[in-house]
């Protein structure tokens, strides 16, 4: 027992300083970075290239990747992306720390590659023996003090130290400091770099008891999520403790669990359950998450593309109709695969187009309706259609797990519980062989509906041609239509459209349920296409892939979604053929973040323009002045204002 506990307070200490680094930076911004441990885990690797791949001391090389290499990304991070996007919808900053993780992965992976490495230890192997029965490493000694030394620095720094002061002015009134002469910018980009080799030292600390690897070391951020929300993102002392707590119930539960495959995926899962219940319990207490600039902004991701007219869809789907009978036998496939694809990503038109949120487990959704349908049609022999059928119902009843608390909180909580539903299916529900037939998966035959042969490509290729121009349609029209213009005053501001009698319950449940829907369909259709399923195909760097790439393409219009799938299979294919597939991400991720600071709809608005009448409900964006975001509901102000569009769409 005490030593789970030993283990689990050495751990839980490296979870609560990254917490800490988390939460300075959500404070003194308003930027709830996803990409912390992205971050730490490209100083880490420089701690690697240093120490042990060119063999300096570890002093040195242990200065030079915290004191300068991570300090320089965080300042450069700030002063390149968010400088410029702090002011915006809260969306669009998180979606940019979703593209800066796929910048920094791709990086990482075209330096070091995705291989494991071995990272020694900071501390000198020592063995203490505190009783006759109970020892002690030097490695956990070290890192406890280590980790609770910084915690208390940081503290005094914020507490008693001028610059420490300065920051808290900038947290607690923007436009107070700057009236006084602190230099906000300066200061924010100052956290940014403290908070940078925090999350370094994170991953130099956590390395040895995980392994050094990309996506380790990037998802150690989501305890470090659970931490902070305990704290309730204001509270450095409580953060440290929520890190605490978590990794002392980690190390219990991998000491008293069975050893079963079930027992083990909840222990790994314990994070995200923490992460989902302390978001729910916050949100439904009425416990804001507090402290930060962006707290209650809502809004689009980059320009609001609203068609009028069928011609860019109808265009694009007859182009594709066309063409691709003369393409390449490989190319077929990848435009197949895209069609499939865009129906999942019309998901992200509707919840982060329209509604103005951020969804991170579309590919779950994806998962569920693929591995549901290859079960029920190569095991129970059910026909095509009714295992369709079923595996799209499951996945709309298991939605509810975040269509449900969706009706009650948006923002930062909502985007956090998608991505906590996310880590658990891909972490408990997708590893469980009794659910996704392990790691080897299914098997999938091509069947015949209603008389089209699916083992036929071409046949294969226009069904799923007409059924991502139906859901396509689909989504237009309730974008241009009647819901489309209550969805828009729902996310401009909820309180209004209450008032004006719309049923915002009504309105984010259509939001969510379509959207899984869409999800698990595309899953179907993906499972007969490539005819083998497995649940490692729709993991969560999948859902954070898709949506960095949705909004590259354009999450503001149904043919922004066709776009950005034909993106995501045509671009790496030229790139391999260029020998350069190594950099796809870093592509990806670039675009994601060019197409957010520039404020536009992405590469579809560009295309397309011609064709449509867009509406542009946000300036082009420049350097972020003083702070202005509210901290209350709406005024009646902004009720009057957004009358207009309820009385249009025939609220009462």
Same mark, same amino acid.
Request: some cysteine; hydrophobic content about 60%; aromatic content about 10%.
């Given at each position: 027992m005490l030593v789970a506990l030993i283990i689990g307070l050495s751990i839980g200490s490296i979870y609560g300083l990254t917490a800490m680094g988390l939460v300075l930076t959500y404070r003194t911004s308003g930027v709830f970075n996803l990409a912390h441990g992205a971050i730490g885990m490209v100083g880490t690797y &420089? /701690?690697?290239?240093?120490?042990?791949?060119?063999?300096?001391?570890?002093?040195?090389? *242990? *200065?030079?990747?915290? !004191?300068?290499?991570?300090?320089?990304? !965080?300042?450069?991070?700030? *002063?390149?992306?968010?400088?410029?996007?702090?002011?915006?919808?809260?969306?669009?900053t998180l979606v940019a720390t979703i593209a800066l993780l796929v910048v920094l992965q791709g990086a990482a992976g075209a330096v070091w590659g995705t291989i494991y490495k071995d990272l020694p230890s900071? %501390?000198? %192997?020592?063995?203490?023996?505190?009783?006759? $029965? %109970?020892? +002690?490493?030097?490695?956990?000694?070290?890192?406890?003090?280590?980790?609770? !030394?910084?915690?208390l620095v940081l503290l005094w720094y914020l507490q008693r130290t001028r610059f420490g002061l300065k920051t808290r002015a900038v947290v607690d009134n923007r436009d107070l400091a700057e009236v006084n002469g602190y230099d906000a910018d300066r200061i924010q980009m100052m956290s940014w770099a403290v908070a940078a080799g925090i999350a370094t030292l994170s991953g130099i600390l956590i390395s040895p008891f995980i392994q050094l690897s990309i996506l380790g070391l990037t998802l150690v951020v989501i305890q470090a999520m659970a931490a902070a929300v305990v704290g309730r993102l204001q509270s450095l002392p409580l953060t440290y403790l929520g890190g605490l707590g978590l990794g002392i119930l980690e190390s219990l539960l991998a000491k008293f669990l069975p050893s079963s495959q079930a027992a083990q995926g909840l222990k790994v899962s314990a994070a995200f359950l923490v992460l989902y219940a302390a978001v729910l319990l916050a949100s439904f207490m009425g416990k804001v998450f507090g402290g930060g600039v962006a707290e209650v902004r809502t809004g689009l991701l980059g320009r609001e593309v609203r068609p009028s007219k069928l011609a860019p869809l109808l265009v694009l789907f007859a182009t594709l109709a066309v063409v691709s009978p003369f393409l390449p036998t490989y190319v077929r496939f990848l435009i197949t695969s895209a069609l499939v694809t865009s129906i999942a990503f019309q998901g992200f038109v509707l919840v982060s187009g329209l509604g !103005?949120?951020?969804? *991170?487990?579309?590919?779950?959704f994806m998962g569920i309706g693929a591995i549901m349908y290859s079960r029920m049609v190569t095991e129970w022999r059910w026909p095509l259609a009714v295992a369709a059928a079923v595996a799209l119902l499951v996945a709309l009843v298991l939605s509810l797990a975040v269509s449900l608390p969706a009706v009650r909180i948006r923002g930062l909580p909502l985007a956090l519980l998608t991505l906590a539903f996310g880590l658990f299916m891909d972490s408990f529900v997708f590893v469980a062989k009794s659910f996704s037939g392990g790691y080897s998966g299914f098997t999938v035959p091509r069947p015949s509906l209603f008389g089209l042969d699916l083992a036929n490509d071409q046949t294969l290729r226009y069904l799923a041609l007409a059924v991502a121009l139906a859901v396509a349609l689909l989504v237009r029209n309730l974008a241009s239509g009647r819901t489309g213009r209550l969805l828009v005053a729902v996310k401009n501001s909820e309180s209004a459209a209450?008032? %004006?009698?719309?049923? &915002?319950?009504?309105?984010?449940?259509?939001? /969510? $349920?379509?959207?899984? +829907?869409?999800?698990?369909?595309?899953? +179907?259709?993906?499972?007969?296409?490539?005819?083998?399923?497995?649940? &490692?195909? /729709?993991?969560?760097?999948?859902?954070?892939?898709?949506?960095?790439?949705? &909004?590259?393409?354009?999450?503001?219009?149904?043919?922004g979604a066709i776009v950005g799938a034909l993106l995501l299979y045509l671009v790496p294919d030229f790139l391999n053929k260029a020998g350069l597939l190594e950099y796809q991400q870093l592509l990806f991720g670039a675009g994601a973040i060019g197409v957010l600071v520039a404020g536009r709809g992405g590469i579809s608005d560009m295309i397309f323009r011609p064709f449509v009448g867009s509406r542009e409900r946000q300036t082009r964006p420049g350097p972020a002045g003083p702070s202005s975001a509210p901290t209350v509901e709406p005024d009646w102000a902004a009720r009057r204002a957004a009358a207009p569009q309820l009385v249009e769409a025939g609220a009462s």
């Open positions: &420089v /701690f690697w290239q240093l120490r042990v791949e060119w063999g300096w001391p570890a002093p040195v090389a *242990l *200065l030079v990747a915290v !004191g300068i290499v991570s300090p320089v990304i !965080g300042a450069l991070v700030h *002063l390149l992306v968010f400088r410029w996007v702090r002011e915006r919808p809260i969306a669009v900071l %501390f000198p %192997f020592r063995l203490y023996a505190l009783t006759d $029965s %109970f020892n +002690v490493t030097s490695e956990q000694l070290g890192t406890m003090a280590v980790t609770l !030394g910084i915690a !103005g949120q951020v969804l *991170l487990c579309q590919a779950a209450e008032s %004006f009698g719309t049923s &915002v319950r009504r309105v984010k449940l259509l939001l /969510f $349920s379509l959207s899984s +829907v869409f999800g698990a369909l595309a899953g +179907v259709l993906t499972a007969i296409q490539i005819q083998s399923v497995a649940a &490692v195909q /729709f993991n969560v760097s999948q859902s954070i892939l898709f949506l960095a790439v949705a &909004v590259l393409g354009g999450v503001g219009s149904a043919q």
